[in-house]
């Protein structure tokens, strides 16, 4: 064997030996940052990496899917200006700008300064202007007196206590000139949240968008919590990262978004994975009626072949 080629093995030896171990270390840091999400602890000691590896695919992925269902609902609201509280590396205002691309000011709101760095450098590099100029602001939630027409707080309140929800929701509402979205972790404690926060908000009379279809009480009690969940493409380094096996993950998620005029809201909305069988469909909805199951039998060919298509998460005409 050559000198080259050993030297060519070598190299490889050693680029193994390297992906090995930072696959490794990236693994244990995006571990612990999973049981820090999981304990509802703060952000403030997570490996920045690991959540740009292991959790931002996700959180981005759930707050697209929110705005998309918003989009439907609320088909004339065209944004021109964000506040993403709670930026992180600026998730909320990058798929913001996915969905509404006429966004020309964005304002991040972030209490960390490694965060608040993140995501100035990753904004910075956009090629869309929105994001180049991008403002990120070192403050908490309900610092300060920035407006916008958008407000949106993506997984921030987990960081806050439960009973604070309310208020937190409120001094948002405040800053939002035309609509609030709130995106929590899809967990009971995610949830208990975004009840506290939609109960303070109707009560200070705005109006729902969803998911939720009335204003009436929420049914969901016991065991139940409201949540949809979001199937994204894991990538390589965080197939890595999360020892995982299959390529893809579902992020589960609740959220809540208001606005200061009334939309037309559907029927009811789709709040558990409908289940199918030859028999046909069973679907489990929430309506202005309550938590209720609807069979669409499959004898209803045309009705079926609709259902078939619905997905968790999905309006419904009853
Ligand atoms: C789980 S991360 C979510 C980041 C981003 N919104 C996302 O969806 O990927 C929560 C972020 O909120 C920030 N944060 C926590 N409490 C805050 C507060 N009271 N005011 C402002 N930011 C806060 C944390 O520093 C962290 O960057």
Known sequence: MSYSNRIGSLDRAIATWLETREAGALRDKADRLTETYRHGRSSAHIDLAAYLTARMPATYAAVGRVLSQIAVIAESFAPQSILDVGAGPG???????AQWPEIQNITMIEADARFVALAEEL????????????QVIKAKLGEGDAKANLVIAAYVFAELE????????????AQAEHMLVIIEPGTPRGFARIRNARA???AAGAHLIGPCTHANTCPMSGKDWCH????LARSRDHMHAKAASVPYEDEPFSWIAVARQKYDLPQARIVAPPITTKIGTTLKLCSAAGLHIQQIASRDKPAYKQAKKLEWGDAFSL
Do not use: H, M
Not at 164 to 169: K, S
Not at 228 to 231: G, I, K, S, Y
């Open 162 to 173: 439960e009973r604070a929800a309310g208020e937190a929701a409120l001094k948002l509402w």
């Open 200 to 202: 303070a908000l109707l």
């Open 228 to 231: 949809f969940t979001q199937r």
């Open 123 to 134: 904004a910075a590099a956009s090629a869309l202007p929105a994001l180049a100029a991008a």
């Open 91 to 97: 998730t909320a205002s990058w798929a913001a700008l």
